[in-house]
């Protein structure tokens, strides 16, 4: 099943709600910007890849709400007013804005709304098709990586359900195992919002791949007692000084640096960012009750507040190499830049 995709026969976006794993696997069916836009920020469809396609896919659901538009200059006003909303729904995944400009580049310059609408479709469905293609160019390209029987660390989810289907980190493990080898993954349980436990955890059960989930905080007791032959974590933007991912990343790649245990990041080429630097990229910051509440109960007093960033920035310095469907990049990374073709973000 895909996480994400058009379903021709409804003329509707489908995806998986990420937010109701592992209990329930229920798909959201809509042909609503609005509503795209709410499940974003909500993370029922979340990871970089998967945002970008989300926001191709929202600039299709634009041209066709606006079918009755003039064409010209109020059909493209309306759309990128849209798209512009899209956009500002998480800040930190290049993806997100590069998805949504690819297809308002293919798109607008069309004559008829209908023509747009159609361009649109065409090109958020060529996304999500190389989504597949360049993850399984990632796994095959990591695979080499890793010994023939290890334990990977990994944090958050960069899986099929951060992606389309196979996945960047996760997509990496998976190539490893259909390699023949012998992977087991200890999955950090990503607090606050659990994409570890509940994603990561889910994936890799379902395909049978050993996984245990622990504590984020038990990570580098665990590299102490050398219990982690390498950790690979996926990335939402990646500058020519720092990747950025989730929360809780960087803590892992300290510790990895310090017990000299190899630091991968898997990524598609699109989640570079070579115009910014760390300094310019804006770290979202979420809500209280995220902290403050579970389920129904209350898990800090009222009035105190919180600081809760959903991603951090890791120093190029402390990645031993990015793993892309470009190929391996390493220590100093200025082969990265040369390679570059992307739209901008
Ligand atoms: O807040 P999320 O769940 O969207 O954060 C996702 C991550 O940090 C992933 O590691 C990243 O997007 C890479 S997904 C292949």
């Given at each position: 099943?895909?996480?994400?995709?058009?379903?021709?026969?409804?003329?509707?976006?489908?995806?998986?709600?990420?937010?109701?794993?592992?209990?329930?696997?229920?798909?959201?069916?809509?042909?609503?910007?609005?509503?795209?836009?709410?499940?974003?920020?909500?993370?029922?469809?979340?990871?970089?890849?998967?945002?970008?396609?989300?926001?191709?896919?929202?600039?299709?659901?634009?041209?066709?709400?606006?079918?009755?538009?003039?064409?010209?200059?109020?059909?493209?006003?309306?759309?990128?007013?849209?798209?512009?909303?899209?956009?500002?729904?998480?800040?930190?995944?290049?993806?997100?804005?590069?998805?949504?400009?690819?297809?308002?580049?293919?798109?607008?310059?069309?004559?008829?709304?209908?023509?747009?609408?159609?361009?649109?479709?065409?090109?958020?469905?060529?996304?999500?098709?190389?989504?597949?293609?360049?993850?399984?160019?990632?796994?095959?390209?990591?695979a080499?990586?890793l010994?023939?029987?290890?334990?990977?660390?990994?944090?958050?989810?960069?899986?099929?359900?951060?992606?389309?289907?196979?996945?960047?980190?996760?997509?990496?493990?998976?190539s490893a195992v259909?390699?023949?080898k012998?992977i087991?993954?200890?999955?950090?349980?990503?607090?606050?919002?659990?994409?570890?436990?509940?994603?990561?955890?889910?994936?890799?059960?379902?395909?049978?791949?050993?996984?245990?989930?622990?504590?984020?905080?038990?990570?580098?007791?665990?590299?102490?007692?050398?219990?982690?032959?390498?950790?690979?974590?996926?990335?939402?933007?990646?500058?020519?000084?720092?990747?950025?991912?989730?929360?809780?990343?960087?803590?892992?790649?300290?510790?990895?640096?310090?017990?000299?245990?190899?630091?991968?990041?898997?990524?598609?080429?699109?989640?570079?960012?070579?115009?910014?630097?760390?300094?310019?990229?804006?770290?979202?910051?979420?809500?209280?009750?995220?902290?403050?509440?579970?389920?129904?109960?209350?898990?800090?007093?009222?009035?105190?507040?919180?600081?809760?960033?959903?991603?951090?920035?890791?120093?190029?310095?402390?990645?031993?190499?990015?793993?892309?469907?470009?190929?391996?990049?390493?220590?100093?990374?200025?082969?990265?830049?040369?390679?570059?073709?992307?739209?901008?973000?």
């Amino acid at each position: 099943m895909r996480t994400i995709t058009w379903n021709t026969e409804a003329q509707c976006l489908t995806y998986i709600d990420q937010t109701r794993l592992p209990a329930e696997l229920v798909t959201v069916e809509t042909q609503s910007v609005t509503r795209l836009a709410d499940g974003i920020r909500r993370l029922e469809v979340r990871g970089a890849p998967a945002l970008g396609i989300a926001g191709g896919y929202g600039v299709a659901l634009s041209c066709f709400s606006h079918q009755n538009e003039k064409a010209g200059q109020a059909f493209c006003h309306a759309v990128e007013t849209d798209a512009a909303f899209l956009r500002a729904t998480r800040p930190t995944a290049v993806n997100l804005g590069w998805g949504i400009n690819r297809v308002l580049q293919t798109a607008l310059p069309e004559e008829t709304p209908e023509a747009a609408f159609d361009a649109a479709l065409r090109e958020a469905q060529a996304i999500e098709e190389e989504d597949i293609a360049l993850c399984h160019r990632i796994g095959a390209n990591g695979a080499t990586l890793l010994p023939d029987t290890c334990t990977v660390l990994t944090h958050c989810n960069a899986g099929a359900l951060a992606c389309v289907e196979w996945g960047t980190a996760l997509g990496v493990i998976r190539s490893a195992v259909e390699a023949g080898k012998n992977i087991s993954v200890l999955s950090c349980e990503t607090r606050p919002l659990n994409q570890g436990s509940r994603l990561t955890a889910y994936e890799l059960q379902a395909d049978g791949i050993p996984v245990k989930t622990i504590p984020d905080s038990a990570a580098a007791h665990l590299m102490r007692r050398g219990m982690i032959d390498a950790v690979i974590v996926g990335a939402d933007r990646i500058t020519p000084d720092a990747v950025f991912n989730k929360i809780g990343t960087y803590m892992h790649a300290v510790c990895a640096d310090h017990h000299k245990i190899p630091f991968y990041v898997a990524a598609p080429y699109s989640t570079l960012d070579l115009s910014q630097t760390e300094a310019d990229i804006t770290i979202e910051e979420r809500a209280r009750n995220e902290l403050a509440i579970c389920g129904d109960r209350q898990l800090m007093p009222d009035g105190v507040d919180v600081v809760n960033p959903a991603f951090d920035a890791t120093p190029l310095s402390l990645v031993t190499a990015i793993i892309t469907d470009k190929g391996i990049f390493r220590q100093p990374y200025s082969e990265l830049a040369k390679q570059d073709e992307r739209v901008e973000p």
